[in-house]
């Protein structure tokens, strides 16, 4: 998407959802210190409070084909160590996603909605494909693949999933929009194929399948047109509800105007969080959500014991003021202030 339409889309986005009121006398580190207050609780998004290191612009970065193949090769060994294996996490709720890269499906009463297809056809298969069938769910199944954003680790696998099981894919507008640009900020030889334009959902839009609607909120930053979520999982026929926060990462450099974004979006929804009564917070990267060492958990869980992923209305609503201070922080800093 060419530069002066994404600022639009962010300006047109801050215009219409008007930063909820930061204290202005608190400087970079101050909003730094309010973040990381819960960073025993998320540690995997301590990264954003970073203001000490300038933010990584993968914007600027080319990466040729050997390249990607010698990271590939190099990550490969190294995400074997620290796979996860196919798990139910709750009655309807299922992880068949990589070490580094999550794919979650929701299983309704007509049919399967699968999150994120990963970075390419092979890791679909392997994981996405054998992954459900391990855990005893039919890919024929797949009636929806919602695509958090337009980055390759998410979208990369759905040419498999789509040309085979033919589920109808959805995605924001503004992010089928920078896909059918000619050329992306950034690529990678790694990701599949781009999909093609099929459901373009706005702010609170609803997918419904069967007995489960998941609620479609507009969290612009990580990408302009980013996706996160909101649906009930349940715990042995109990009810929680559960946020999908979709797109966590600064990897654009300094810019000033999309990390405002980001912290309004992330202190939005929130509030809609919280309102809906969260107690379960996950996002698309199983080590900025905790899910890997949940995972873990859940597999030793005791009959009686604490679901780990249920975490609270009080401790979910942590997460969100983290994404929101640190990303201010980031804001103050490039600011100067």
């Known amino acids: 998407m060419p530069k002066f339409i994404f600022s639009a ?7 219409t959802h008007p930063a909820i009121a930061q204290n202005t006398q608190l400087t970079a580190q101050d909003y730094v210190e309010k973040g990381m207050q819960y960073a025993d609780e998320f540690p995997g998004l301590t990264s954003l409070c970073d203001i000490q290191n300038p933010l990584r612009d993968l914007t600027k970065r080319v990466r040729t084909n050997n390249e990607g193949k010698k990271r590939s090769k190099k990550l490969g060994s190294k995400r074997r160590s620290s796979t996860i294996e196919p798990t139910q996490v709750f009655d309807n709720l299922y992880y068949v996603g990589t070490g580094g890269v999550a794919s979650w499906v929701v ?6 909605i699968v999150i994120d297809a990963l970075n390419n056809n092979e890791q679909a298969k392997n994981y996405i494909e054998k992954g459900l069938l391990t855990l005893g769910l039919n890919p024929e199944d797949i009636k929806y693949l ?24 959805v995605m924001s507008e503004v992010e089928w929009r920078r896909l059918e640009q000619p050329k992306l900020d950034f690529e990678s030889p790694r990701w599949g194929k781009r999909p093609t334009r099929d459901i373009s959902t706005k702010e609170a839009d609803t997918i419904t399948l069967g007995d489960t609607s998941i609620g479609v909120h507009l969290t612009p930053g990580h990408t302009p047109g980013t996706i996160s979520l909101l649906f009930p999982v349940y715990d ?12 966590t990462g600064l990897n654009y450099g300094p810019d000033i105007e999309r990390i405002s974004a980001y912290s309004v979006a992330a202190k939005r929804f929130g509030n809609v969080a919280m309102q809906a009564g969260v107690d379960v917070f996950i996002s698309n ?8 060492e949940r995972i873990k958990q859940l597999k030793n869980r005791a009959p009686e014991a604490a679901h ?3 975490i609270g209305q009080e401790q ?3 997460g969100f003021s983290m994404l929101s201070d640190c990303t201010y922080a980031q804001v103050l800093k490039i600011k100067g202030e």
């Not at 299983?107 to 399967?112: A, F, I, R």
């Open 9 to 15: 889309v962010v300006l047109s986005f801050l215009a």
């Open 107 to 112: 299983k309704t009463s007509q049919g399967l």
């Open 146 to 169: 919602i695509i958090s954003h337009g980055h390759g680790d998410h979208y990369g696998g759905q040419e498999y999933l789509v040309n085979k099981y033919k589920p109808r894919v």
């Open 236 to 247: 042995n026929g109990k009810k929680h509800m559960l946020s999908l926060w979709g797109g």
């Open 285 to 292: 990267h199983p080590k900025r959500d905790g899910s890997f």
């Open 308 to 310: 780990p992923f249920v």
């Open 316 to 318: 979910a609503s942590h």
